[in-house]
C-alpha cells in the first residue's frame, strides 16, 4: 500500500488520516470505504487484522487509535494525527530531530515503539503553544537567531523544555551538555545555546 497514494484509490496516508483518529472495529471501517477496490479492501483488512489498540494523551488530548506494532511514536504523531511540527531526520535515534516528552522527559520519538508510550502522555512542540501565541522557550530561540533551517529546532526546544523543567536557572556548561543529544547540521550550536540561556533568563556568555 502505497504512502502518496500514486495510482491508489485510497492510499495507506488517507487511510490512517481518515481512520487513525479513533479506535474503531474493522467491519465499520470496511463497511464505509465503498468506493474502495476488492485488493484495496484486503490490504486494509490485513493492516488491521496486524493492528493493535493504543490510547495515549497527546499535548492534553486523548487519542484511541489503531497502531501496527512496528509503528514508532514519531510516526503516529506525523502519520495518524497529522502534529508535523515533530521532524523524523535520522531515523535511528542518534540526531533528537524527532524529540518529544514523553510524562516530561524528552525521548527520541522515533525510537520509541507508539505501544510503548501507551497510556503516557506525550507533548510536541505543537503543545507548547497557547493558541497563536509562542512559548517563551519559542520565542527566545526566535529572538536569539537559535534556527536557521529550523529543521531540527523542534526537537531542539523539546530537549530545552525538559532541561529547564530539571534546572530553571542552567549554566552553559549544563546546557551544552543538556542539549548534547540533539545535532545541527547548520552548526548553530552558539545561538541554540543562547536562545536556551535567554529562556531562562541568565547569562554564561563565557
Given amino acids: ?33 465503498g ?4 485488493e484495496e479492501k484486503e490490504q486494509m483488512r490485513e493492516y488491521l487484522q496486524n493492528a493493535e489498540p493504543l490510547t495515549l494523551t497527546v499535548n492534553g488530548k486523548k487519542h484511541r487509535l489503531m497502531v ?3 509503528t514508532t511514536l514519531a510516526e503516529v504523531l506525523r502519520n495518524h494525527l497529522q502534529l508535523t511540527g515533530t521532524k523524523i ?9 524527532c524529540t518529544v516528552l514523553l510524562d516530561g522527559m524528552a525521548i527520541y520519538s522515533c525510537h520509541l515503539l507508539a505501544l510503548d508510550a501507551a497510556g503516557k502522555s506525550v ?21 536569539k537567531d537559535g534556527l536557521q533551517c529550523g529543521f531540527c529546532t523542534p526537537g531542539q526546544i523539546m530537549a530545552a523544555k525538559e532541561l529547564l523543567a530539571k534546572n530553571p536557572k542552567p549554566t552553559r556548561k549544563e546546557i551544552q551538555h543538556g542539549m548534547a543529544g540533539n545535532i ?22 563565557k
Fill in 123 to 143: 507533548t510536541t512542540i505543537e503543545g507548547l503553544l497557547t493558541g497563536e501565541e509562542l512559548h517563551p522557550l519559542q520565542e527566545a530561540f526566535v529572538e
Fill in 89 to 97: 531526520v535520522c531515523n535511528q535515534g542518534e540526531c533528537g530531530g
Fill in 184 to 205: 545541527c547540521r547548520c552548526a548553530a550550536y552558539p545561538k541554540i545555546i543562547e536562545s536556551v540561556e535567554y529562556a531562562a533568563g541568565v547569562s554564561n556568555s
Fill in 68 to 70: 501496527e506494532a512496528r
Fill in 35 to 38: 468506493a474502495a477496490t476488492k
Fill in 1 to 33: 500500500m502505497g504512502d502518496n497514494g500514486a495510482g491508489n484509490g485510497i492510499s495507506r496516508r488517507k487511510f490512517l488520516k481518515g481512520f487513525g483518529t479513533g479506535m474503531v472495529g474493522s467491519t465499520v471501517i470496511l463497511n464505509s470505504l
